[in-house]
């Protein structure tokens, strides 16, 4: 519309309007309109407006300073071919080279570059016998069926939670008998950080809840227009086949990423020394937040026993325009939203990337950042290892509509090159030291350190259950796998993995490592005893990787390192 962008844009000799007129476009010019009549249905440029309301002088005809009623008139552009992009346009065109519906505006400001623009009608043909035409309104019936049961499973969680909080607060009364009056304070904090907890789980819910409402009604519009339009023509068919396959394309991204949690839960564990330690603690146990997963079907990434292979390699561009020099990048992680987070080492940036990896926004680190974790909701931590001391530690980033927001910083005694949050708590490492720290910074506890010289704890990650930990030792060529005590479980080393650098473990237990100096990255058994396969190398685009992660979302392979780009890793 002309209160979002200008009237007309350039292309070539050629203009694109919001609003053509109509018959001038019928009689092959290109003349942008002026004026919409209501009865008529069609725009009019200054010259054939005169014509128009000279036949028709008791029509409405509305003008430019009604321009956004010019949309909602009536027959303007039918709902179902209207373009998400530019309202007021039409879809009339695909774009092969990115398999896009496209209205003239799109072609004209995303697409002048693209070699294969086609109208629809040509693409559209026979549309109405393919089979998976015939087949879109049973597939839309069944994911409407799925989160109606999406829904009843949330709701009888809410209520599961319910009992889990009064029979957790029982045993904390019963405990609480064998105790003074001192222990008040404790109880009061114990509940609140339980209640807490049960409040954001129900949050959870709720809003899986609200999700499955809201595409439960997308799903039905779009049922209904399969009924009421889709057949009444090959163009209509085909755009709502190609807008039915991407509504439930983004059905099941949202449905799949609800269904990996079953359930949401919380346990209790007393403290059974709390009356000896009763002056050291604060609380009378920890509520510690569990969610049962999904086994999905045909899923590999929910089978823990799967053994990877790659479908494809795919490397995608992160430079920034005012980048100077090649990037490097040491950190990946990813938000819930399916966004994704990078460190540039060399720019002291951090980047915003949407689902398609292309940079939404950055912004600058008073140091070089080293890595950067996910925390909860849009929050990561970035570590910063070089500059004053004040400025070293982990810097708090919350991305908020795709922009980048400050919030905090911890400061460390040591060196904080790399973290890893689970269960409420920050495992840092220090070149030679793992630590564990709690969201406010307070030490609990050294969990291994290894003086032996050189880097010897870089990154690190821990299984979705806690119980394991696994570390990157760079200049010994290792990886280290630890119980939460601290205690060591395995040593793995190969001639595939030469200076080990990201690790990264999904909450089904496969381990997946990227090694700086070959040039690899290797798939590796949950216990830390045996390599499972390597599953990329230097001629399938990687270059001194320096951190990976992999996407539920995608079932891909997000490989960072000494270059401008990314490389994705689709597994199978």
């Known amino acids: 519309m002309a209160s979002n962008f200008e009237s007309s844009i350039q292309r070539g000799c050629d203009f694109i309007h919001d609003f053509s007129c109509s018959p001038c476009e019928e009689n092959g010019f290109n003349t942008?309109?002026?004026?919409?009549?209501?009865?008529?249905?069609?725009?009019?440029?200054?010259?054939?407006?005169?014509?128009?309301?000279?036949?028709?002088?008791?029509h409405a005809v509305l003008g430019r300073k009604d321009v956004n009623k010019w949309e909602a008139a009536p027959g303007v552009v039918d709902d179902l071919e209207r373009c998400g992009k530019h309202p007021a346009e039409a879809l009339k065109l695909v774009c092969g080279d990115h398999d896009r519906l496209c209205c003239h505006v799109c072609v004209a400001v995303d697409h002048r570059q693209c070699s294969k623009i086609h109208p629809i009608p040509d693409v559209a043909k026979g549309i109405q016998r393919n089979i998976e035409f015939q087949q879109i309104p049973k597939k839309i019936a069944e994911l409407e069926k799925q989160f109606g049961l999406m829904k009843e499973a949330r709701i009888k969680n809410t209520t599961s939670l319910k009992k889990t909080r009064t029979a957790i607060s029982d045993e904390i009364k019963t405990i609480r008998k064998t105790i003074n009056e001192i222990l008040d304070k404790i109880e009061k904090a114990t509940l609140q950080d339980l209640d807490g907890m049960?409040?954001?789980?129900?949050?959870?819910?709720?809003?899986?809840?609200?999700?499955?409402?809201?595409?439960?009604?997308?799903?039905?519009?779009?049922?209904?227009?399969?009924?009421?339009?889709?057949?009444?023509?090959?163009?209509?068919?085909?755009?709502?086949?190609?807008?039915?396959?991407?509504?439930?394309?983004?059905?099941?991204?949202?449905?799949?990423g609800i269904s990996v949690i079953a359930c949401y839960n919380v346990t209790f564990q007393a403290n059974n020394?709390?009356?000896?330690?009763?002056?050291?603690?604060?609380?009378?146990?920890?509520?510690?937040?569990?969610?049962?997963?999904?086994?999905?079907?045909?899923?590999?990434?929910?089978?823990?026993?799967?053994?990877?292979?790659?479908?494809?390699?795919?490397?995608?561009?992160?430079?920034?325009?005012?980048?100077?020099?090649?990037?490097?990048?040491?950190?990946?992680?990813?938000?819930?939203?399916?966004?994704?987070?990078?460190?540039?080492?060399?720019?002291?940036?951090?980047?915003?990337?949407?689902?398609?990896?292309?940079?939404?926004?950055?912004?600058?680190?008073?140091?070089?950042?080293?890595?950067?974790?996910?925390?909860?909701?849009?929050?990561v931590a970035v570590c910063v290892v070089s500059g004053t001391k004040d400025k070293r530690g982990l810097h708090f980033i919350n991305a908020m509509k795709g922009k980048f927001v400050n919030t905090r910083k911890l400061s460390f005694t040591h060196e904080c090159i790399a973290a890893a949050h689970h269960g409420g708590q920050l495992y840092i490492s220090s070149w030679?030291?793992?630590?564990?720290?709690?969201?406010?910074?307070?030490?609990?506890?050294?969990?291994?350190?290894?003086?032996?010289?050189?880097?010897?704890?870089?990154?690190?990650?821990?299984?979705?259950?806690?119980?394991?930990?696994?570390?990157?030792?760079?200049?010994?060529?290792?990886?280290?796998?630890?119980?939460?005590n601290g205690n060591k479980l395995a040593l793995l080393t190969d001639p595939d993995m030469k200076h080990p650098t990201g690790v990264h473990v999904t909450p089904a237990g496969h381990v997946f490592v990227c090694c700086c100096g070959s040039d690899t990255v290797l798939q590796v058994e949950k216990d830390g005893k045996k390599k499972l396969a390597t599953l990329a190398r230097k001629e399938d685009g990687l270059h001194a990787p320096g951190d990976l992660f992999i996407s539920s979302r995608s079932s891909s392979l997000i490989v960072v390192g000494e270059k401008d780009t990314l490389l994705v890793v689709k597994l199978i």
């Open 32 to 58: 942008e309109a002026h004026h919409y009549c209501t009865q008529c249905t069609k725009y009019y440029c200054q010259n054939c407006v005169s014509k128009h309301n000279g036949l028709y002088q008791k």
């Open 198 to 256: 049960i409040a954001k789980l129900e949050n959870n819910i709720k809003k899986d809840i609200e999700t499955c409402d809201k595409k439960t009604i997308e799903l039905q519009n779009m049922i209904a227009a399969f009924q009421t339009k889709a057949k009444s023509s090959e163009s209509k068919s085909y755009i709502a086949y190609r807008k039915s396959q991407d509504m439930m394309s983004q059905a099941n991204d949202q449905l799949r």
């Open 432 to 484: 030679n030291a793992l630590y564990v720290y709690t969201m406010s910074g307070q030490k609990v506890k050294m969990l291994y350190k290894d003086m032996s010289g050189g880097l010897t704890v870089e990154k690190c990650a821990i299984s979705n259950d806690g119980k394991t930990i696994y570390i990157t030792n760079y200049d010994a060529h290792q990886l280290i796998t630890l119980d939460n």
């Open 273 to 379: 020394l709390i009356e000896e330690l009763l002056f050291a603690v604060k609380t009378f146990g920890t509520n510690e937040e569990q969610t049962v997963m999904t086994k999905q079907r045909e899923d590999p990434l929910s089978d823990s026993n799967h053994v990877f292979s790659v479908a494809e390699y795919k490397e995608y561009n992160v430079k920034m325009s005012d980048d100077k020099g090649e990037c490097d990048i040491l950190g990946v992680c990813e938000l819930p939203s399916g966004e994704f987070v990078i460190v540039d080492y060399d720019k002291c940036k951090v980047k915003l990337l949407d689902k398609e990896y292309r940079v939404l926004d950055h912004c600058d680190v008073p140091g070089e950042p080293w890595d950067v974790c996910h925390i909860h909701g849009n929050e």
